[in-house]
Nanobody, 121 residues
Framework: QVQLVESGGGLVQAGGSLRLSCAAS????????MGWYRQAPGKQRELVAA???????DYAYSVKGRFTISRGNAKNTVYLQMNSLKPEDTAVYYC???????????????WGQGTQVTVSS
């Protein structure tokens, strides 16, 4: 069974930094892309950043220049370095894996359980 486990959320003051980590476990052959989404109270879930297996990245306009997404050497891990955090970055951050191919599993997309990021002013 494929699972995504996130870590690294927390409370930080405006202007501070946090680093989120996400590790995909299971008998995984490959993952097309991994990314981070966030959902603030009363708002829809939105893409924050994504990275493909070839290393191409995409960012929401609101985080460009402040956030950096990267994949670990194991390729089943993804990180989100968040700098210059703002109160409007406060949300639950979810890890996402698309196009996951795993042993005895149909190709599928998976979500982590979410980690809270709170930025105080």
């Amino acid at each position: 069974q494929v699972q995504l486990v996130e870590s690294g959320g927390g409370l930080v003051q405006a202007g501070g930094s946090l680093r989120l980590s996400c590790a995909a476990s299971g008998a995984i052959f490959s993952i097309d892309a991994m990314g981070w989404y966030r959902q603030a109270p009363g708002k829809q879930r939105e893409l924050v950043a994504a990275i493909t297996s070839s290393g191409s990245t995409d960012y929401a306009y609101s985080v460009k220049g402040r956030f950096t997404i990267s994949r670990g050497n194991a390729k089943n891990t993804v990180y989100l370095q968040m700098n210059s955090l703002k109160p409007e970055d406060t949300a639950v951050y979810y890890c996402n894996a698309e196009g996951v191919r795993a042993y005895l599993q149909r190709q599928n997309n998976y979500w982590g359980q979410g980690t809270q990021v709170t930025v105080s002013s």
